[in-house]
């Protein structure tokens, strides 16, 4: 591995459009925040500030796991690479947007499984045809993907149609939260063994360019910055949604859900184009799988002990539908063991159908 | 290819059965329209008068695909082959009978993949043993069949569950339909490239044995002939049913659905017993997959097009339960990737469970 | 097969347990029960005798049945093996406990799928890594696991959201029940060739070691006593749940589901401690099969037959969201094929959290 020794930079050409970009937005997000630039400046700058920050928090983890070797950089991801989504899911829940919140959640799984995995699918498979899907390791991740969805949307099925439950949610909500969190800590074993789950480390990391102690300033930095961010954004949101005449749901849905995991979309996307399939999907099923194994749960336990508007797991009908149906194509389409374009097309027309059913609030 | 040369008759027996048949059918049917022979004689002729009819548009396309290579008789086949469905249907709305439509629609779907599939697994199973169904093109097909019913039924869930999308069914079934018919669209090249889909060629088609001129001309004639026979079809149902008893459910899900798709189902069940297991599955899950792909969507927008009845993809809930049951059972059945009498007979047991709870209108 | 002549003794020291344990458990349970003492006691010897008298059943009929061949066995395991759940059922009806035997039939479905499959991915997994579950046996028994799961709920189905079938529940019970048993009888014949469904015969039986008598003798003891004590266990088991405050549907979901299946759990962990991976989940899945199969539309049938409290297949809602999830995860970890410990707490979480949900009656 002597190709990442002391001649390679510190930082390369895409770091210092994050990181520039990256300062660039926060300060005008702000400006725009405290000097009320409109409906819609302020949402679209706070958008992009939350996307590049992500990206900054993303990279210095991505730094930093590489001295504690590969495995760590799993745990550091699964902890740290949700932080931006953490942030505005509470601010969110801070404002009593609960329903952005649910169908956010809900929706950033949706975007994973049909409309980023159809993009992958279709890019690799007009690029290098049929493309393999086929390692055990893949198909876990599905199965424990499909396990943690109907985990999370048991509640909400309780509440619909079994009455003595129903008048338990947030009890029902906290223990399926918790048995959640307890299969991921059961799972962090796997993770430090084998580098961030189903990734071959090679493809994954690069060398580390930064000393430590920038990429925990860094790390720092932009923690601190998309908390702050995260405000401004859940706060230009509504008048944004209410002047471009969007409902809630589909603004959480189809907005947050999209901008809270652009950057990870593209890489996965990439990662096809490179016709490294395997490598593509588990990027793509393993963002969504932590939203449902942490970030959720998370959540539901935060937004009790802050005292915040109290988020159960107990979704409005439509989003348990669209999150079952969507988990079940996506085993499937593992389990199938192959990926072709069309098969991906099929996924984005299912994420538009989706999408469009909520299109009315 | 010396096999079909010169000497190969223009007819061979079951031409002349169906050409012959077809004619008798159409007249007598025809006959019993105008001159009003009772309550069953009707049905029962324009029943027969649409079978054979369909079974001779499938043998022109057939002939006729094979002068622009097999691929192209794919196409055909998929434009052509579901004409007398679609004849009945777009009378049967014009009739106002959208719960019939509705009905057939899910009906030949279910026929398919419960009855059809399940008698083509006992007659392969009881001649052959097990069977292998593991080729990628059917796990492909599967989960195309997934995609477009999760697509298909939509539309009904979220007017079950979702308030703001139901006061918007025809918008959204609109939506879902052109998303259908755009996956439809994108399928054809992969039907244009390898032959109607799923088949490998040599065992499909014959040699052609019809004039180009003939072909055409039975093609013509028979889908006249369609059209007249349909009307009659439809509107000797109603009485018939009253006659016999039997609810519109029932009607359309069993006995037009049956009836619609008699010759098709025919094939996959000898393809069956021939041991042609891959490709009797072809055939079986193509024609459900080309209903949800084509058939609907393409009614859906006729139907507001022509003004006739609004044809939604708001189904009957219980339609949408037994479609998406009967599909994941197929799915599963194809990604176990073999085949057995038993599987079969569970197939079957399904079927009449399902037919069984329509019974009471 | 040397190793069991006749130097083999007549019991082994594990039938010594069951044999005195059995008895000296249903004597006391008999005392309990005529002598009233109180509400906890006659429910735990009950149900401690209920547990040793069906693994004396299970013993007898393994020793009896290997005279006739290793075939014989598995039909008479299906006759016989749950004729105490059988008779716990029955007592119950007649007790009009209708809700309590719907639950401990959808519940020994799924304390079998996620909790005793569970725990046996996580026995075998700590012990020996990932394990294998490929046989294409196994995906057939999945399979036919989701069929008739499938027809099961499809009178609750077809009462929740169609009308006209909702009226007639009894009679589209009946014909369920019918076609569930004619599956059962039609996958006879591959039981009679291949052993008790899914297992090699090695792995299965021991030599038998009890003389044919004594064989019949026990096993006739053992039925009789089975349906006392199964009255006793009955009686005992609505004051037993009222003064632990446990609701009827948790009682049967839970306590009479792990209770009516202890010994054929622990066989099943066991085996996946010893890296038979595919046999105990052959009979792991082999369990909720025969349930579905056989017992709960043997009881459909007898309830109304013996003029008892009418049992249908008209589940509360909840029970059948809950079993039909866990057989489509069961499926989907059948066909990933390959167990890891994970998976295996997966299961046991979601396990819990419907437990859970079921808590509050």
Known sequence: M????????????????????????VVLAGIAH????????????????????????????????????????????????????????????KAGLIE???????????????????????VGGLKHGHQKLDSQRARTIA?????????????????????????????????VSVALLVLFVLSLPASLRKGS??????????????????????????????????????SALEPAMASFGISDAFAGLVIVAIAGNAIENVVGVQLAARNQSEYAFSVVINSPLQIALVLAPLLVILSQVFGFAALT????????????????????????????WLEGAALIGVYVVVAASFWWG
């Open 2 to 25: 002597s190709t990442a020794t002391a001649t390679s930079p510190t930082f390369i050409r895409s770091d210092y459009v994050v990181l520039g970009g990256g300062a660039l937005a």
């Open 34 to 93: 405290y000097a009320g630039w409109g409906e819609v400046m302020p949402f679209v700058l706070s958008a992009l500030a939350v996307t590049l920050l992500a990206s900054l928090v993303g990279r210095s983890v991505e730094q930093l796991g590489d001295r504690f070797g590969p495995g760590a950089t799993g745990v550091l991801q699964s902890a740290l690479g949700n932080l931006p989504e953490l942030f505005i899911a509470l601010f969110a829940l």
């Open 100 to 122: 952005v919140v649910q169908a956010a959640l809900i929706g950033s799984i949706l975007a994973n499984l049909l409309l980023v995995m159809g993009l992958a699918f279709v």
């Open 143 to 175: 199965t424990l993907m499909l396990v943690s969805v109907v985990a999370l949307v048991l509640p909400s099925l309780a509440s619909y149609v079994h009455t003595p439950a129903a008048a338990h949610e947030k009890a029902l909500s906290m223990i």
């Open 197 to 234: 789950t189903g990734l071959s480390d090679e493809m994954v990391h690069e060398a580390p360019r930064w000393p430590i102690a920038l990429a925990v300033g860094l790390l720092s930095v932009a923690a601190i910055a998309a908390a702050f961010v995260s405000d401004w954004f859940v």
């Open 313 to 340: 797991l107990v979704f409005p009908p439509m989003l348990v539908v669209a999150v079952f149906l969507a988990v079940l194509i996506a085993v499937v389409i593992t389990v199938d063991g192959e990926s072709n």
